[in-house]
């Protein structure tokens, strides 16, 4: 086989079904789909195992490992295929999915990477204030995501994995990508909405709303790695200012309907109006988390 799609999952029993069901009915048949289990403590394991389906090679962490590092296990499962797919346990493919990124692949053979478009839950949809749906939309050509993304093998071969000491439980995907443009400054990497997947709903919890914020550690070492000019970092900064918009809601919380306004989020329940305090609530636990991840980071940030 020249295809093997790589998923990892961690707990995330509720979406895994409905995801792999996806990726086995593509109109293209000839693939592998390594799943890596990251320690999952839900009915995971149980839901492959029903699946039967030969195509699947199923591995599973003894304890989670991390985001990084369980791709790079995936990684290490192949055997020798050409392409390799990336999507994420709460996603679903087109059925085209694989079909789509080939073509670009066998049309030109300096294509190396094939980066495709994500969308929340349907075209147009517009997310509840409490839905975890900051899905790259405007700027997604940039984002090189790996809910949505292929690469030919060598490009594994030569920028050696994902980053497992800097960018374990986030903004891998971008790290590796920046490394694998600069290992490759003249092959193409080619984004194409040809290439869909459908990011399945995720609503917050209270406590994983503000955990998600700490992920600003992985912004600010990717700020000090390749500088804030970067143009696939670039989308979170405005000078020296880290998510303008959350500085902006701290100094002035009523900006809050601006930012519902913007964003088209609907509020339309209680839970909704719970996450318009939160969200303020969140502004000021940002701005302490810059400031302290960017003197632990050596960083100088706003």
């Known amino acids: 086989m020249k295809v093997a799609v790589c998923l990892i999952t961690h707990n995330a029993g509720h979406f895994l079904r409905k995801c792999i069901i996806s990726v086995l009915n593509q109109t293209y048949k000839e693939f592998r789909l390594v799943i890596v289990d990251d320690g999952s403590m839900d009915n995971t394991q149980h839901i492959i195992q029903d699946f039967g389906d030969k195509r699947i090679h199923y591995k599973r962490n003894s304890r989670q490992l991390g985001i990084a590092a369980s791709r790079n296990e995936c990684i290490e499962q192949l055997k020798d295929e050409e392409y390799i797919y990336f999507t994420d346990a709460d996603c679903c493919v087109e059925p085209d999915w694989i079909e789509n990124g080939l073509a670009f692949f066998e049309k030109d053979r300096n294509v190396i990477c094939v980066n495709g478009k994500t969308i929340y839950v349907c075209e147009g949809y517009r997310p509840h204030l409490f839905e975890k749906s900051h899905i790259q939309t405007d700027n ?163």
Request: one cysteine or more.
């Open 140 to 302: 997604w050509s940039e984002a090189y995501q790996t809910c949505n993304i292929a690469y030919k093998r060598i490009v594994f071969q030569k920028v050696r994995g994902f980053d497992e000491r800097n960018f374990n439980y986030f903004l891998e995907d971008t790290d590796f990508a920046i490394r694998a443009k600069t290992e490759f400054p003249n092959m193409k990497f080619v984004s194409t909405d040809k290439v869909k997947v459908i990011h399945q709903k995720v609503e917050f919890t209270v406590s994983g709303f503000f955990s998600d914020t700490r992920k600003v550690l992985y912004i600010i070492r990717l700020l000090k790695t390749y500088g804030k000019n970067n143009d696939m970092i670039r989308f979170a900064f405005s000078g020296n200012i880290l998510n303008k918009n959350y500085l902006l809601l701290s100094l002035f919380p009523p900006g809050i309907i601006y930012y519902i306004v913007k964003t088209k989020k609907r509020v339309s329940c209680l839970r909704d109006l719970l996450f318009v305090f939160l969200y303020v609530v969140k502004s000021y636990y940002y701005r302490v988390l810059v400031w302290k991840y960017g003197i632990k980071e050596r960083v100088l940030i706003l």
